[in-house]
């Protein structure tokens, strides 16, 4: 059950109107990150030439808190176009590349759509938001300019985080086909971040702010549900030094999962049919 006492309402990442506060820029990016980020920038032009709409970064790099060695390079891309398999082929064949030329990043994670379907009425709320909010220009015309302005509701939530339920038959699946220490290691990473961000943005609306910080949205959901504080504690230490047990993906698949999406759709609802 969740507690009955919370903390005040937060102000953190809105700006004065209440309206969620785009992250980053690249003014922040660290030293140590600026020639891969340059390098990504001129080979997705190479590659993409005028299919090009515009392309993004986001994540700890232009936050400003990325760490040497440790942290990856995380893109977002729009086509004129749809992206076909060869276009995807093309950008995993690109981050492979790059994460093997620059030792400062530990991989890179592109996201590939086209500019319609990121301006479009079913994501306005999920990856329109994620561009306007979480994502730093890099280059062409920012589609930001054609996305409103958000506020931390139920709307919000529903649409970036409302198909946990869908997502854990998927997870079960890729668990138990992991068959390396190295594949553990990163699913632990990926579902540690994902169910910390899941479990801020179902009570973001009450909170009334936004963080990326993992730490941070950890500590939040505590506030409202105790009895599962630490567990979120734990996951969010997970997604920045993730380990390769296996107990911990069970953990996530058996007990937290589908807790949390029972709880979400409870308070939120479900997110709109893809």
Not at 91 to 108: C, N, S, T, W, Y
Not at 111 to 126: C, M, Q, V
Not at 177 to 200: C, K, P, Y
Not at 205 to 222: I, Q, Y
Request: with cysteine; aromatic share 8%; glycine share 8%.
């Amino acid at each position: 059950m969740a507690a009955e006492t919370v903390p005040p309402v937060a102000r953190k990442g809105l700006d004065a109107e209440g309206y969620i506060e785009r992250e980053g820029s690249l003014g922040r990016i660290p030293q140590p990150f600026r020639p891969v980020v340059a390098a990504a920038r001129d080979r997705v032009l190479d590659l993409f030439g005028p299919r090009l709409h515009s392309a993004y970064l986001y994540g700890s790099i232009p936050r400003g808190t990325a760490r040497v060695g440790r942290s990856d390079l995380d893109l977002l891309l729009a086509l004129r176009d749809e992206p076909t398999d060869a276009d995807r082929e093309g950008v995993r064949e690109l981050g492979e590349a790059l994460d093997k030329e620059f030792p400062q990043i530990d991989g890179v994670g592109t996201l590939l759509y086209s500019r319609d379907l990121l301006l479009s009425e079913l994501e306005r709320h999920d990856l329109g938001w994620f561009v306007a909010c979480l994502c730093t220009p890099l280059l062409g015309d920012d589609l930001a300019e054609y996305l409103p302005r958000y506020r931390p509701d139920a709307l919000l939530a529903r649409e970036t985080n409302g198909d946990l339920a869908l997502l854990l038959p998927r997870w079960r699946e890729r668990i138990e086909a992991a068959d390396s220490d190295g594949t553990r290691t990163r699913l632990v990473r990926f579902m540690s971040r994902h169910l910390v961000r899941t479990a801020f943005t179902l009570v973001m609306p009450r909170w009334n702010g936004w963080t990326s910080d993992l730490t941070e949205m950890a500590e939040v959901f505590g506030a409202y549900y105790p009895e599962r504080a630490e567990q979120l504690r734990t996951a969010a230490v997970l997604g920045h030094t993730p380990t390769a047990d296996a107990a911990v993906l069970r953990t996530y698949v058996d007990d937290l999962g589908p807790w949390l999406a029972d709880e979400y759709t409870r308070v939120h609802g479900t997110k709109a049919p893809r």
